[in-house]
């Protein structure tokens, strides 16, 4: 990784932010032009730290999608693809169970079921004796899937290898402040450690910030983008024996989902009604998103979650809470009508040439945002 020792700077394309998308984007931009100059700022001292280590893990196969039948095919073509390219990182070695609930579900097990064989999804009934796990009187059905998770450890690891071995400049503890719509494009960086204000000059920029992207936007005289957020809370559990081994997710409504979380060597837990804690649109903020993250009381709901979901699954009544991880989630307001996680890709964002802004919806659409790129390349 380089050390940030310059006032100016100038390269072909540089990428402002170090979470997966940006670090993977930056590997993916020099592996397809490997003589030009490709640098990568994060503001923290590490790459991956925020939302693409504060999430789930699961790696998506379709299933969770049946009210975006898109999305739910874009997962199932991209699942194959990362499974592949970082097979290291993932986690196979525990089973996965979908539940249908009787009551408040949007989805019933017969819809499914038959989505599941549109999208080409495996799926069968689970054994009697994980389907006794559960609460009947509230679960129509459950069903065994093809559903795995990634080590959020192990992929920073893997990253940082592809960023060295393709010749990516990586400058951390870098913040960008501003971008000045030049031509070549300029961005104003703050690097605590050394000079206090550099700029570095690119023919193109790709913003991959996440929940931060308007704070950027906003600072350099750009019209925020409509994007929804929201506080979140996963917990991490150590579940009970017989669940150790196991994911649940009860589909399709104010449910829940636990599943392995590698790096800890325990379990998530997220509930569809507790795990946002509170929701807002940048548009009409008038905080920061890095502030309301800073000074956010960090109040957990561990106990509501696990009163509701033990009503399904008596034996979460025995989770043993450990932490929370806290992070912002991003999302378009498009989601609200069918609960998609498209990749929003913005290219000359405000008419400024070569200033793109990406939003990762989830990890495995990093494949979605490389087709568009190589699309316009
Ligand atoms: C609770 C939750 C659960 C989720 N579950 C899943 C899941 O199970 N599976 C899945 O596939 N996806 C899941 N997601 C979505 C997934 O986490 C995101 O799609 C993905 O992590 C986004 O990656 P990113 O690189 O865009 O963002 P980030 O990882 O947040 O990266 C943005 C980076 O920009 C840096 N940064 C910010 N401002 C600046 C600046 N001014 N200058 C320089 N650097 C800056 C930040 O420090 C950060 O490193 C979940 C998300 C959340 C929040």
């Known amino acids: 990784m380089l050390s940030l020792s310059m006032q100016r700077l100038s390269c072909n394309t540089l990428v402002i932010g170090g979470g997966f998308f940006g670090a993977y984007l930056a590997f993916y931009t020099k592996s397809f032009s490997p003589s030009s100059r490709v640098v990568l700022v994060e503001k923290e001292n590490e790459i991956m730290k925020r939302a693409s280590y504060n999430n ?16 739910a095919l874009r997962s199932r073509d991209n699942f194959k693809r990362f499974t592949e390219e970082f097979k290291e990182c993932v986690k196979k070695d525990f089973k996965k169970y979908y539940a249908v609930s009787r009551i408040n579900s949007k989805v019933t097990s017969a819809q499914f079921r038959l989505f599941c064989e549109r999208i080409k999804a495996p799926l069968k009934p689970a054994p009697g004796k994980i389907a006794s796990l559960f609460n009947r009187d509230y679960v129509e059905e459950v069903f065994q899937v093809k559903e795995y998770a990634f080590d959020a450890d192990l992929l920073r690891q893997q990253m940082r290898t592809k960023l060295t071995d393709s010749g990516v400049e990586v400058i951390l503890g870098c913040k960008a402040v501003k971008i000045k719509k030049n031509s070549p494009l300029g961005v104003v960086v703050k690097s605590p450690k050394q000079l206090p204000n550099s700029l570095i000059s690119a023919q193109k920029v790709f913003v991959c ?169």
């Not at 789930?56 to 999305?71: C, D, E, L």
């Not at 992207?213 to 024996?241: F, R, Y």
């Open 56 to 71: 789930q893990a699961r790696i998506h196969n379709g299933y969770h999608y049946p009210r975006s039948f898109v999305t």
């Open 209 to 377: 910030l996440y929940a931060e992207t308007n704070e950027l936007l906003s600072a350099s005289g750009i019209p925020k983008l409509d994007l929804k957020q929201q506080m979140t809370e996963t917990c991490i559990v150590e579940v009970p024996d017989e669940l150790k081994n196991l994911g649940v997710t009860v589909m399709c409504g104010p449910f829940f989902s636990f599943m392995p979380f590698p790096p800890e060597k325990m379990h998530s837990f997220t509930h569809v009604r507790y795990t946002p804690h509170f929701t807002w649109y940048d548009k009409r903020a008038k905080r920061k998103n890095s502030e309301i993250f800073r000074s956010f009381i960090r109040d957990s709901a561990f106990i509501k979650m696990k009163k509701d979901a033990s009503r399904l699954i008596p034996l979460i009544e025995k989770f043993k809470y450990k932490k929370s991880l806290w992070e912002i989630k991003t999302l378009l307001p498009v989601s609200d009508l069918d609960d998609g996680r498209p990749v929003l890709f913005k290219q000359n964002l405000s008419g400024v040439e070569g200033l793109n802004v990406v939003i990762g919806g989830k990890i495995d659409n990093i494949y979605d945002l490389c087709g568009r790129i190589a699309e316009i390349k």
